[in-house]
């Protein structure tokens, strides 16, 4: 600890290249919290996923749509016990600039299928008894400022035309992995405003016993296979999943870019480090001349570089932390509940913790290996 | 006993293919409490000679003994402890860290000590006061002058009061006045404190202050 100083004194002697130095960590480490948050918010919507709920697709892709005839059939298969549909709406809502997802949903089983959206008793009601009403998302209530009993007019894009609709209640998620963004309204508006030419973009299930799972994909896939539209059954998670997998391998993706963006400052760090000890190997020979062990002096150079990187990993995963959370940011509606997780925060300290030593490492072990004879021989 | 006992060192450096000898058979004393100039051309081993002392370097062969302690047998960890209770050293550049005042470089030895903070500011203090610069404390080396400077370090040198201090051309940098002004502290130093000072020099108005001047040429000393 009396050595602290001194190294403070050092950080402060190019206060230029530190604060360059620390700034590149924190930018780096922010980059890091936040494309990793992207796969661990995108990991938590599927693992928040019930194990008694299935999601049936068309087989070529979710933008095909299934026949409203399956409906009955799979009713009618051995261990489901509800089933429910929805379609993928995505309208834009003023200047469309900010995106929210919108869905058309058979009210009744939707609401029953999913108890995680909670909904006041009497706007639930007014809800299932208005053609036109819209259940809207607390987050995306706040956004826009709407109130209850609002108008809100959207406009179509897969489906063309205005679309009013009337907030008539408002949900609130019980799980923090389901969007509160979301812009939810009844299937049947959607079905008479297109004159009965939709039809689902995807069924739900719920089981009698998630162990059923497996029988009931295969049942359901093998009774459409020859069928116009044959179908993909698959869990809520392997569901949910699907959506993700719709962007590509966005997890290698995030993380190769995590990666790299790492692997660069650690360059940028190690040379900033490298320079301030090349500059300095005078004084290393004045300080092991007063006393200073080769192994004080080995500390003494990591500590600085650790300084350095923790202070740029504090303000890099402490900023994205706190900016995330104070701006409720949900990546444009497709990222419900993002979050710099602890564990993320964990990652990226234990990163920072290689970064110190491997910037570190390479002056350390010279101030170490430093000859005082050699050394004093070019100041002197 | 003599503080300092050199017994038979021999010195040499490997430059490429070439072996360039520096001392042979070199045998001295030096006594606690006394001068001593040591003068020579350069190249003559004068630096080299104190590298040696200060356990900087190492001798080829041949034993040097200070206070008792074998320099030349002890480890890499063990002689910089050492160092850090037993020798002043002062350079010819002063070699102060720019980044730290006047106060935190002198105060560089009393950090490997088990001193409280209270006690170091106390010790800094005087040190700076034996040298005539109490009022320079919070200056930064860009803010002293030359000789200022070369107060500053002769007073890191003494801060942990030392066996042996050791000085390397202490006024080849300085202007008459500073050096006069150095080497009147060097012998107070001396005088008044007792100190055991060994200069290297090839100042022969330097040399006139020590009480003991060797020569040293072709690694061979002469009183």
């Known amino acids: 600890m009396k050595l602290l100083p001194l190294v403070f004194a050092n950080l402060r002697r190019h206060r230029l290249r530190t604060l360059l130095t620390t700034l590149g960590v924190a930018l780096a480490m922010f980059l890091f919290a936040s494309l990793r948050s992207v796969v661990t918010t995108l990991n938590a919507g599927a693992e928040v996923a019930s194990a008694e709920r299935m999601g049936v697709q068309n087989k070529m892709a979710i933008v095909f749509p299934l026949p409203m005839s399956y409906r009955e059939r799979l009713a009618a298969v051995p261990g489901v016990v509800a089933v429910s549909w929805a379609n993928w709406f995505g309208g834009q809502y003023g200047d469309g600039k900010v995106f929210f997802a919108q869905f058309a949903v058979d009210p009744e089983s939707y609401l ?32 826009f400022g709407w109130k209850l009993g609002q108008d809100v007019t959207i406009r179509g894009t897969i489906f063309p035309g205005d679309w009013t609709f009337t907030i008539r209640a408002v949900y609130t998620p019980s799980v923090r992995a389901i969007d509160d963004r979301s812009f939810i309204f009844r299937y049947d508006y959607l079905d008479e405003r297109t004159q009965h030419r939709v039809t689902p973009g995807w069924y739900a299930l719920k089981l009698q016993d998630a162990a059923l799972a497996p029988q009931v994909a295969h049942t359901i ?66 300080l092991k001349t007063i006393g200073f062990t080769d192994r004080t002096l080995f500390g003494l150079v990591m500590a600085e570089a650790g300084l350095v990187t923790l202070t740029g990993a504090v303000l890099g995963l402490g900023g994205a932390k706190l ?36 910037s570190g490492a390479v002056p350390a072990l010279r101030a170490y290996r430093l000859s005082i004879v050699q050394a004093l021989r070019h100041v002197e | 006993m003599a503080l300092v006992e050199v017994r038979n060192v021999h010195k040499s450096f490997q430059r490429d293919s070439q072996v360039i000898e ?56 063990a002689l910089a402890k050492w160092r850090a209770r037993h020798i002043g050293f002062v350079f010819q550049s002063y070699n102060l860290l720019p980044v730290l005042t006047a106060a935190q470089n002198v105060e560089l030895p009393l950090l490997l000590a088990p001193l409280s903070k209270k006690e170091r500011a106390e010790r800094v203090r005087i040190a700076l006061g034996v040298v005539g610069l109490e009022d320079r404390m919070v200056h930064y080396p860009r803010q002293l002058s030359g000789g200022q400077e070369q107060r500053v370090a002769i007073a890191r040198a003494i801060v942990s009061d030392p066996t042996l201090t050791l000085l390397d051309e202490p006024t080849g940098q300085l202007d008459k006045k500073s050096a006069q002004e150095v080497l009147t502290l060097l012998q107070r130093l001396n005088d008044e404190f007792h100190k055991t000072i060994i200069v290297v020099t090839h100042d022969a108005h330097a040399a006139e202050k020590a009480k003991q001047v060797l020569h040293l040429d072709k690694g061979v000393l002469a009183a």
């Open chain 1, 221 to 286: 896939d093998a009774m459409f296979e020859n069928s116009s539209a044959p179908t993909k059954t698959m869990t809520e998670k392997a569901f949910n999943q699907s959506f993700v997998t719709m962007w590509g391998n966005v997890q290698f993706l995030m993380n190769s870019i995590g990666m790299a963006v790492v692997f660069a400052i650690l360059m940028v760090t190690a040379n900033a480090m490298m320079m301030t000890a090349r500059e300095r190997t005078g004084e290393v020979a004045v």
């Open chain 1, 112 to 143: 029953a299928m999913y108890p995680e959206v909670v909904v006041p008793p009497d706007q639930k009601e007014a809800f299932l008894h208005e053609r036109t009403a819209a259940l809207v998302g607390q987050g995306l209530m706040e956004v």
């Open chain 2, 22 to 77: 520096v001392f042979e058979n070199l045998t001295l004393d030096i006594a606690a409490g006394s001068f001593t100039a040591l003068m020579g051309p350069s190249g003559s081993g004068k630096s080299t000679f104190l590298n040696l002392l200060a356990g900087l370097d190492r001798p080829t062969s041949g034993t040097i003994t200070v206070a008792g302690a074998a320099v030349n047998t002890m480890s890499p960890s």
């Open chain 1, 323 to 358: 900016l995330y959370a104070g701006t409720g940011f949900n990546g444009f509606g497709f990222l419900p509940g993002f979050d710099v997780t602890a564990g993320t925060v964990a990652v990226g300290l234990g990163i920072t913790l290689l970064l110190a030593v491997a």
